[in-house]
């Protein structure tokens, strides 16, 4: 039985990446850092079974200790490293906890693995957001970098330790370069969900409207199930890389709102500019959606699109889920919810 870490095992990709690879026959391991609520996070939406089997270790990504002691003594044929302060807006204002856990955290692992586990297969959580402000579109692996963010930064420093441990050492260590990906278990502040949630409050009745920054930005959103497959698939290549996953398809904030609102057989038209703009029920003359600045950010990524040619050919990859089905499911489990 394959022996396997997930780190960050309680966020919105450590649920469907522990459910794979609990169900391929994985001997499942947790890296969590200890809360005062010891909350297992996304993992409550694991069945019983699950649960049981999964093995878990306390700790925190910075804490070099914990991380070559587990390391050392798991011996495991996978690690997963997910754990990150993943949140672009809070990167802004967070931007030393960023470096601290998204790079030093990263470093932990690649150099625990190095000096006490050279067999372990490692995969780090690369992202989109390493191409920032685009030089070229659509983006693949051979696309420059241009990070627009302290997370896209210290995202980036990460891509580059460990495409450096994998040169220097010959370890197998390989960068999913995700663009985002989405689903009933993303975190409420970023977007998708944001919406998800706004308009099954509305369309239940209620009356507080969606208050959002960027309607333009654009996003190649796919379903996060996928994707933690994805980086299952990257690991058992038959050598260490650098993969794109992702759709080949974007749309902007606004679509996703039109879209989530279509679900719930509502009609949204939009009136006004700039910070000025609402979105309104023309049947009611109820506003829905408004701007707010304070979800602005300092510098935006403006638009990404992905090229997964590679994923496709080496890999077999592909995604299952197009952006309609995304948008119903989240909304569908929203009104389920609330
Ligand atoms: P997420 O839901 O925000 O989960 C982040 C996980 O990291 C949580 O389990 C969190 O634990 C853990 N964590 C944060 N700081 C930690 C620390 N100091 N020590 C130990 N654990 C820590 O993120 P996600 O959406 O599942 O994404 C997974 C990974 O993929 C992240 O690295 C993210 O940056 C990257 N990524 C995500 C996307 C996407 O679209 N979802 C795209 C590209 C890359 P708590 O539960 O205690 O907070
Ligand atoms: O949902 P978001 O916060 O995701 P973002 O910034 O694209 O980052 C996510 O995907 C990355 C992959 O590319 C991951 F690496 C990262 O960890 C994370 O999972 O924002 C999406 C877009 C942005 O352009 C933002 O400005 O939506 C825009 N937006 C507009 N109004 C908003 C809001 N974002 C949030 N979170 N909240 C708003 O009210």
Not at 135 to 153: A, C, H, K, L, W
């Amino acid at each position: 039985m394959k022996k396997a870490l997930i780190t960050g095992i309680t966020g919105q990709d450590g649920f469907f990446l522990s459910r794979w690879l609990l169900g391929v026959g994985y001997d499942v391991h947790g890296f969590i850092r200890r809360n005062s609520a010891a909350s297992l996070g996304n993992l409550h939406a694991l069945n019983q079974d699950e649960l049981d089997r999964l093995t878990i270790h306390w700790g925190d990504v910075t804490d070099h200790t914990i991380v070559d002691t587990v390391v050392r003594e798991g011996q495991f044929d996978e690690v997963y490293h997910l754990a990150a302060q993943s949140f672009v807006s809070a990167s802004f204002t967070n931007p030393s906890l960023t470096y601290k856990t998204n790079i030093e955290g990263t470093l932990n692992f690649v150099n625990a693995i190095k000096e006490y586990s050279k067999h372990t297969r490692f995969y780090f959580a690369a992202t989109s957001e390493l191409y920032g402000k685009v030089q070229q579109t659509p983006q693949d692996e051979r696309t420059p970098f241009y990070p627009r963010s302290p997370y896209g930064v210290s995202k980036l420093a990460g891509f580059w330790t460990v495409k450096n441990y994998r040169e220097a050492y010959q370890l197998f260590m390989s960068n999913g370069i995700l663009f985002n990906h989405e689903s009933e278990h993303r975190g409420k502040e970023f977007v998708t969900r944001k919406i998800a949630q706004a308009v099954a409050h509305l369309a239940k009745g209620g009356t507080e409207p969606l208050l959002i920054g960027n309607l333009e930005a654009k996003r190649d959103w796919g379903f996060a199930g996928d994707y933690a497959k994805g980086m299952w698939m990257i690991l058992q290549h038959g050598f260490a890389d650098d993969f794109v996953l992702a759709t080949g398809e974007n749309h902007s904030v606004r679509e996703f709102v039109t879209e989530a609102f279509r679900v719930v057989q509502m009609e949204i038209v939009w009136q006004g500019e700039g910070t000025q703009e609402i979105g309104v029920n023309p049947k009611t003359g109820n506003t829905l959606v408004a701007i707010d600045p304070q979800y602005f950010r300092p510098a935006e990524v403006d638009t990404i699109l992905g090229n997964y040619t590679k994923a496709k050919t080496l890999l077999g990859w592909h995604p299952s889920v197009t952006f309609p089905e995304l948008v119903k499911r989240m909304v569908e489990a929203e009104m389920e919810r609330s």
